[in-house]
């Protein structure tokens, strides 16, 4: 879904009428028609400056209009253009809260879907390794899922779901690797806590087998051999098979020989 310019072929010709037409009708009113033949072309300009890829220059002209004319109809798009050249230019953190502010400004407009789909990529191409803080990751997958609640025709829906399948995984990943480093320190309620969440939030995970053992051994280090013996024989039930079965029935033998 690439970003386009919002200037075209006829740019020039409609540059000339527009002002022809502004000068026109503020005959009677040469500061308010200057004002809005300036914010025209400041408009034009940095459209232009976009079209070249000069996304520094094209952001200074967007920046004209929203400060100096706020009630210009080319407000709408210069906040939308200024938000697509800061993505263009991969200043995604810069981008992402001007995305939102245009979609809080104009919910109903017809190019809301486009600003919600371009800050969830913002955040989504903000995303660092899993071993890091993964708030990128949560709010992208977060945008994306409304995009495709919101906009469920839209052709952009199909990449949508991919990335919701990719991040719900990322953020599962996160989940397990913070279980794992409670549990590698022995702060098992810690770890347990973290499990549940995982289990919670995400219960098609492809960790959850490994993480229910790793829920029953933190059981196991509290001296709850009850709960750890009923995680256990869960793991052995639905996941057959696995290496995460195998090393619950080592724990599950272990426990009925102390018995």
Known sequence: MPIKSAVGPNASLRLFLAIAALLTAGACSSTGADSKVEAFLNFNDANKYFAQGKYDAAQRYYQKIIDEAPDSPYRIHALLGQADSYYMEEEYISAAPLYARYVELYPLDDQTPHAVFYQAASYFRDIVPVLKDQ????????????????????????????????????????????????????????????????????????????????????????????KALLTFKEVVFYFPGTPAAKDASSELKSLQSKK
């Open 135 to 226: 708030s990128s990751a949560q709010k992208a997958r977060d945008l994306f899922v409304k995009f495709v609640e919101k906009f469920p025709d839209h052709p952009a829906v199909p990449f949508s779901k991919e990335k919701i399948v990719f991040l719900n995984d990322r953020l599962a990943e996160k989940a397990f690797e913070t279980a794992r480093f409670y549990c590698y320190v022995n702060a098992s309620i810690s770890c347990i806590g973290r499990v549940d969440d995982l289990l919670e939030q995400f219960p098609d995970s492809r960790y959850k087998s490994e993480a229910m053992v790793m829920k029953g051994k933190a059981y196991l280090f509290e001296e709850a051999y009850d």
